[in-house]
């Protein structure tokens, strides 16, 4: 089966919107310093591109979690693949994630790093589909909500494709 790719938001939009995102969280974290938790591997592009439009200091690390389950869906088992490198005691900790679907993920990284005594801990997402939710989860920052659709680029996958797009596309089969 053939498949394509229909552009959803482009390369300008998603840069116009993060740079936006940047100052709101410039805003909010004025005279703070704040850490960035980027969840491999989807986060990796947006909080790249994030971290350079923030204006106050910036810490960074990465963690790896995968959900048990096919491609496309999450099971709501989450396995911490690869933890942080260090602690998050008295952090501002802003997880950056690319995108909250039903939320399972989220709200279990949520509580774990909650439970690790950050001074703070926030959400900043680039993409929502709240239609999938099933799992209260709050979210702090979002760079857009889109439809129920599976959407791949700036770090979205399909079977490990496309995530080196630098836009956010659907992926069609032809
Ligand atoms: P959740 O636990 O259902 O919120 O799923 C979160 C994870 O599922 C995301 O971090 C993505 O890795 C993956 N995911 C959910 N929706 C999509 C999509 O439309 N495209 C690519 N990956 C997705
Ligand atoms: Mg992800």
Same mark, same amino acid.
């Given at each position: 089966? $053939?498949? &394509?790719?229909?552009i959803l938001?482009?390369?300008?939009? *998603?840069? %116009?919107?993060? @740079?936006? !995102?940047? /100052?709101?969280?410039?805003?909010?974290y004025?005279?703070?310093?704040?850490?960035?938790?980027?969840?491999?591997?989807g986060?990796?592009?947006f909080?790249?591109?994030?971290?350079?439009?923030?204006?106050?200091p910036?810490?960074?690390d990465?963690?790896? $979690?995968? &959900?048990y389950g096919?491609?496309?869906?999450?099971?709501? *088992?989450? %396995?911490?693949? @690869?933890? !942080?490198? /260090?602690?998050?005691?008295?952090?501002?900790?802003?997880?950056?994630?690319?995108?909250?679907?039903s939320?399972?993920?989220?709200?279990?990284?949520?509580?774990m790093?909650?439970?690790?005594?950050?001074?703070?801990?926030?959400?900043?997402?680039?993409?929502?589909?709240p239609?999938?939710?099933?799992t209260?989860?709050?979210?702090?920052?979002?760079?857009?909500?889109?439809?129920? /659709?599976?959407?791949?680029?700036?770090?979205?996958?399909?079977d490990?494709?496309?995530?080196?797009l630098?836009?956010?596309?659907?992926?069609?089969?032809?």
């Open positions: 089966m $053939a498949e &394509s790719v229909r938001l482009s390369e300008e939009e *998603v840069d %116009k919107r993060i @740079k936006e !995102l940047g /100052e709101a969280i410039s805003r909010d004025a005279g703070e310093t704040v850490h960035l938790v980027c969840v491999l591997k986060g990796v592009f909080m790249c591109e994030l971290a350079k439009r923030i204006t106050v910036v810490t960074m990465f963690m790896s $979690a995968s &959900s096919s491609s496309t869906k999450s099971s709501g *088992v989450v %396995k911490i693949v @690869k933890d !942080l490198d /260090e602690p998050l005691k008295d952090r501002h900790v802003l997880i950056v994630e690319d995108i909250v679907d939320g399972r993920t989220l709200s279990y990284l949520i509580k790093l909650g439970d690790r005594d950050p001074a703070s801990i926030k959400l900043c997402t680039l993409l929502d589909k239609e999938r939710r099933v209260d989860v709050k979210v702090d920052y979002t760079g857009f909500e889109i439809p129920d /659709e599976f959407v791949v680029g700036y770090g979205l996958d399909y490990q494709r496309y995530r080196n630098p836009y956010i596309g659907v992926v069609e089969f032809n």
